[in-house]
């Protein structure tokens, strides 16, 4: 099959690999016909994530067709349309029992870090991911969601990841009603997690990013205000509009890319000397108000990194955080999207055959032409 890999830092290219295989009993085998390409890939693609190994298919969004199952992987028949969550679980373990199936210890019983994840190197159990023709799909029966035939293949894509870890986000601010929410990243998950802050209450939302043209798509798509950090003071400028306090919650939808610190950026991007730069979360507490709440669902690594918690310590702040248990959120962001309240499809403004992958990486990563996110298509055909 034709699949994207992994050739080292800042370096993919699509070839052929061996088809994948049923290798346990409760394993599927899907035709992948869309796959998007996340930001937290880029963290990959930059040589930032532990034990990325050459060779390796990323891609964790992932929809397509059942093509195989597995003599235990029952309730799915060969033809149905499914979404893949990006975690792996097993659904019967501690966690999986107790609705956490982003913390599965079946799916990576190496390390109690995370589950599985689909493309994320061997620190998530080293699976291959979806941006090929073919992928497996462990524990499919209770991992995969049947996508319901009115919703076509860039609207059930987004449910896999960045819809549901947006939502998840907004979710954490644990709003009652009324409050000003600060969102640091206009991405695809800081887009999704404005529009979902909506759907909870929030009276006032304000998204942060430095790129002009995410800023114009949130502010258009959103409806949310929004700010320049390269203008202005940012901290300054959102207790100015907070009575001095700052907001009542912030969101990172950022993670251990973020912009904003050349000194962070030099020891955690460039050094590796700690786990990617907190800026974006160092902002987020200074940006919150003293029993303010902050929720983190920007994707950092697991060795240390020079967050300011003291500050947030002294200010009684929550920090709420997590990889997202994706099936959990999957059926209630049906009913928002078939409602009319989110209409996930035009974040992807880059809609490329998978042999294009890589321009679409570079694209993405170095935020031209206007990308906010890419749909990538084995079939070739990019209008779905």
Known sequence: MRALTYDGPFRVKVRKKPDPRIEHPQDGIVRVTAAGICGSDL??????????????????????????????????????????????????????????????????????????????GHLTGGYD?????YVRAPFIAVDAEKIPDDLDDLTALPLTDALAT?????????????????????????LFAMRSLWL???????????VDYRLEFARRWAGVETLN????????????MTDDRGADASIDAVGLEAAGS??????????????????????CVHGTRKGGTISVVGVYGPPYAAFDFGTAMNKQQTIRTGQCPVKRYMPHLLEHIRAGRIDPKPVFTHRLPLDDAPAG????????????????????????
């Open 43 to 120: 963290h990959l693609l930059h040589g930032l994530v532990p034990d990325t190994r050459i060779g390796q298919t990323f891609g964790h969004e992932i929809v397509g067709v059942v093509e195989e199952l597995g003599p235990e992987a029952t309730g799915l028949s060969v033809g149905d349309r499914v979404m893949l969550p990006f975690p792996i679980f097993c659904g019967s373990c501690f966690y999986c029992q107790r609705g956490l199936t982003s913390s599965c210890e079946n799916t990576n019983p190496a390390t109690d870090a995370t589950s599985g994840v689909y493309g994320y």
């Open 129 to 133: 991911g979806g941006q090929a023709e």
């Open 166 to 190: 947006g939502y998840f986000g907004a979710e954490m601010c644990n709003l009652k009603g009324g409050e000003t929410v600060v969102v640091f990243g206009a991405g695809p998950v800081g």
């Open 200 to 210: 909870m209450g929030a009276g006032r939302v304000v998204a942060v990013d430095h």
């Open 229 to 240: 950090f390269a203008d202005a003071d940012i901290i300054t400028t959102i207790k100015g």
């Open 262 to 283: 050349g000194a962070h950026r030099a020891t955690g991007i460039l050094g590796k000397l700690e786990a990617g730069s907190p800026v974006a979360f160092n902002w």
């Open 361 to 384: 990486y570079r694209t993405f990563a170095q935020k031209r032409d206007g990308c906010i996110k890419v749909a990538l298509f084995p079939d070739g055909r990019t209008v779905h």
